[in-house]
């Protein structure tokens, strides 16, 4: 089971951190991704880390400002969003693929979280 926290208000260019922490599995095992849906939107993909860690993926909107990294000891993965922009806001999900890499496809993600509404005023 996944799930995910951290979401919260902040100011365009502030900070934010979301975790995904997960029970009842070998977290170390399954590559992680973020995905965000904004209120009318389809669900887009964030970020993705690969199971190992050594691989990391990024959407081009958020590419230089949001950082994914694990924590296997803690069987979390971590997204730290810097550089807050009002089109972030959105509703993130993370995702977990069995010895997945960092597919950006929303398909090849099994198991979800039940979301962390992340809010950015301008």
């Known amino acids: 089971q996944l799930q995910a926290s951290g979401g919260g208000l902040a100011q365009a260019g502030g900070s934010l951190r979301l975790s995904c922490a997960a029970s009842?599995?070998?977290?170390?095992?399954?590559?992680v991704a973020w995905f965000r849906q904004a209120p009318g939107k389809e669900r887009e993909f964030v970020s993705a880390?690969?199971?190992?860690?050594?691989?990391?993926t990024y959407a081009d909107s958020v590419k230089g400002r949001f950082t994914i990294s694990r924590d296997n000891t803690k069987n979390t993965v971590y997204l730290q969003m810097n550089s807050l922009k009002p089109e972030d806001t959105a509703v993130y999900y993370c995702?977990?693929?069995?010895?997945?890499?960092?597919?950006?496809?929303?398909?090849?993600?099994?198991?979800w979280g039940q979301g962390t509404l992340v809010t950015v005023s301008s």
């Open positions: 009842g599995r070998t977290f170390s095992n399954y590559a």
């Open positions: 995702a977990a693929q069995l010895y997945g890499s960092t597919s950006t496809k929303r398909g090849n993600y099994g198991n």
């Open positions: 880390i690969s199971w190992s860690g050594t691989g990391s």
